[in-house]
């Protein structure tokens, strides 16, 4: 009879190679190409069992490094998402985890498009979800966008001129902003006066 030892010890060698191959890829940013990120958004094992869609327009590597990096504040957005009556929650804010993931909760009338300005933020991920009515919310990137004012640390944000591409925000599909999106929100859809909005800010990762 010949010895399992080796047999175990190539087996268990195989697990840890493979363990440790995953761990790399999911914490290595250049290991998130546009084919391995897509497959892991299509795979949803970031939605912590929330139903709601993310938006196809997203940046899916930049979502999937981001998402990894910082597992824990995402996983707690998400089941935000999954255990609340999005529609009917009141208006305010929340804090989720202190310093890193915060809500506010708004219910307003949208504007037309020249009320409203492109901006980006640094320190924050934007992740905006209507719950009730609609908006138009356009994105381009900040290297193609046009800055207009500076920086403010204090306020997180930045504003542009651009010209973007716009979609339309409805219950269903969460849009979300890294810090080079530059976005431009509450934008009005013809014959909707007011929509219900969860925006939910995560800390990014360097």
Do not use: C
Not at 5 to 25: E, H, M, R
Not at 86 to 111: C, M, R, W
Request: proline letters at 5%.
């Amino acid at each position: 009879m010949k010895p399992l030892f080796p047999k175990i010890t190539l087996a268990l060698l195989a697990v840890f190679t493979t363990t440790f191959s995953a761990s790399a890829q999911l914490n290595s940013a250049q290991k998130w190409t546009k084919a391995n990120a897509e497959v892991w958004f299509k795979s949803r094992v970031w939605a912590n069992g929330m139903k709601l869609n993310v938006s196809e327009t997203v940046d899916k590597q930049e979502f999937a490094r981001q998402y990894t990096a910082n597992k824990p504040y995402w996983d707690k957005a998400f089941a935000y998402f999954r255990d609340t009556d999005l529609p009917n929650v009141q208006v305010g804010k929340q804090v989720l985890d202190s310093g890193h993931v915060s809500v506010a909760i708004t219910e307003n009338p949208t504007k037309p498009l020249e009320e409203t300005n492109w901006e980006s933020h640094v320190k924050n991920i934007d992740v905006q979800y209507v719950a009730a009515g609609a908006e138009k919310m356009g994105e381009v990137k900040v290297p193609d966008a046009k800055l207009i004012e500076r920086y403010n640390p204090a306020k997180d944000v930045a504003h542009y001129e651009a010209e973007g591409k716009f979609y339309e925000a409805r219950p269903g599909t969460i849009f979300i902003f890294f810090p080079n999106d530059a976005h431009r929100v509450n934008v009005k859809v013809d014959g909707i006066e007011k929509d219900k909005k969860i925006v939910i800010k995560i800390s990014a990762a360097p």
